[in-house]
C-alpha cells in the first residue's frame, strides 16, 4: 500500500486466526489431508464467497476450518497471517481462536493451541510481532460445551490472556453464557464479547452488565442508543470493529453508510480490525483503504484510530506507553 500514513504503527484486537486461511492454503491443506472440498479451484473458492449475512458466511467459513488437520497447518495458517501483520506494519496483534470447531472434529485442544502458539513466539523473534491469544466460545452451541472448552483451557492459562464470545449472535444473548463467563473472570481470563454486530443494543447492555466484558467487538449498532454510547465513553469500553467485514455480512449496505467514524467523532474508543480478513476482501491495511476511499476520512482520524489500538489493546502498560 503505497499511502504513507498506512503504514503507522497499530495493533490489530479482532482477528479470527481462522478466518485469515486463504484459498491458496486452504486448497493446499485440503490436498495434503485428504479433505474433500465441495471447490474444484481456487478462484472456485473465491466465487462461493458471496453473503449475505452472518450465518451463510458462518456455514463457508466451519466448513473451510476442516482442512486444518495437525499442529503444523495451525502454524502455518498463523505464520502466513504474521507475514501480513509485517507488511500492513501491524506490531502487535490480539488473536481469537475457536477450539470448539477443531474439537468437534476430533482434534485435540493442545494440537490447536500449540500449533498456533508456535507460529507467535516466532512471529515476536523474526518479525518482532508481540501477540496474545483470546479464546472464543461458539454461542450456537451449548452453555455446557462452553464450561468444558474452559476446562480445557484451564492448564494453558499462561498463553490465553482471554476468553471471548462468537458466532450467530441473534438468539444466542450474552446471558446464556453468564456462569461461563463469571468462571473465566475467576480464573483471570480477561473477559470481551461479540455484540452489536447484527444483534440490537440489548445484546452490547447484557455483554457489559452480565458477561463484563472489557471491549466489545463490532459494537456498531450502539449508534441507537444515546444513553449507552454515553455510557461507552464514560466508561471508555472500545469497540473493535470491523468495516469491511460489516459490508460483506451486509451490516451495512456500503462503505459510505459505515458509522465508524460518526462513532470516532462522538468520543467513542473504535478502532479499527480486518476480522476474518481471507473471507471478507482484506487485510487492515485494506480496511483502511477502503474507509479513506468512502469515508472521507483525514489524516487525523486514521491516526487517532492507531492510538486507539494501543489504548485499547491488552498491552502491559510500558509496552502501551512506548506505542502511544
Ligand atoms: N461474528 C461472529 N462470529 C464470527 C465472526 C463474526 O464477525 N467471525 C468469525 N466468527
Ligand atoms: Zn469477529
Redesign the pocket.
Known amino acids: 500500500m503505497e499511502d504513507a500514513m498506512l503504514q503507522l504503527p497499530k495493533a490489530e484486537l479482532h482477528l479470527?486466526i481462522e478466518?485469515t486461511l486463504e484459498p491458496e492454503l486452504m486448497m493446499e491443506l485440503a490436498q495434503k489431508n485428504h479433505v474433500s472440498l465441495p471447490y474444484d479451484s481456487v478462484d472456485a473458492i473465491r466465487q462461493a464467497y458471496q453473503f449475505t449475512d452472518?450465518q451463510s458466511f458462518?456455514d463457508i467459513?466451519y466448513a473451510g476450518a476442516a482442512v486444518l488437520q495437525d499442529e503444523s497447518d495451525f502454524t502455518s495458517l498463523t505464520w502466513a497471517y504474521l507475514l501480513k501483520c509485517k507488511e500492513d506494519n501491524v506490531v502487535h496483534t490480539e488473536i481469537f481462536f475457536d477450539p470448539q470447531t477443531h474439537t468437534a472434529r476430533g482434534i485435540a485442544f493442545e494440537t490447536v493451541l500449540s500449533g498456533i502458539t508456535t507460529a507467535l513466539k516466532r512471529g515476536e523473534d523474526e518479525l518482532g510481532i508481540s501477540s496474545k491469544l483470546i479464546l472464543c466460545f461458539l454461542r450456537h452451541l451449548s452453555e455446557e460445551e462452553a464450561m468444558k472448552t474452559l476446562d480445557q483451557a484451564l492448564p494453558y492459562k499462561d498463553q490465553i490472556i482471554g476468553v471471548g464470545l462468537?458466532?450467530s449472535?441473534l438468539g444466542n444473548p450474552p446471558e446464556k453464557f453468564q456462569r461461563v463467563f463469571a468462571r473465566a473472570i475467576e480464573e483471570g481470563f480477561i473477559p470481551v464479547a461479540?455484540a452489536g454486530?447484527e444483534g440490537d443494543v440489548s445484546y452490547i447492555t447484557g455483554a457489559l452488565n452480565l458477561l463484563h466484558v472489557k471491549r466489545i467487538d463490532?459494537g456498531v449498532q450502539c449508534i441507537h442508543d444515546e444513553a449507552l454510547m454515553d455510557r461507552l465513553v464514560k466508561e471508555r469500553i472500545p469497540l473493535t470493529v470491523?468495516p469491511l467485514?460489516n459490508i460483506k455480512?451486509r451490516v451495512f449496505d456500503t462503505m459510505a453508510e459505515h458509522n465508524i467514524l460518526q462513532l470516532l467523532d462522538r468520543g467513542l474508543a473504535v478502532t479499527v480490525n480486518s476480522?476474518?480478513p481471507a473471507y471478507f476482501g482484506g487485510y487492515i491495511n485494506e480496511n483502511f483503504a477502503a474507509m479513506r476511499r468512502s469515508l472521507r476520512m483525514n489524516d487525523q482520524q486514521l491516526k487517532q484510530l492507531a492510538i486507539n489500538s494501543f489504548e485499547a489493546s491488552f498491552l502491559e502498560p510500558e509496552k502501551k506507553a512506548y506505542w502511544i
Open positions: 479470527h478466518g452472518l458462518l467459513y462468537d458466532s449472535e461479540h454486530e463490532h470491523c467485514s455480512l476480522d476474518d
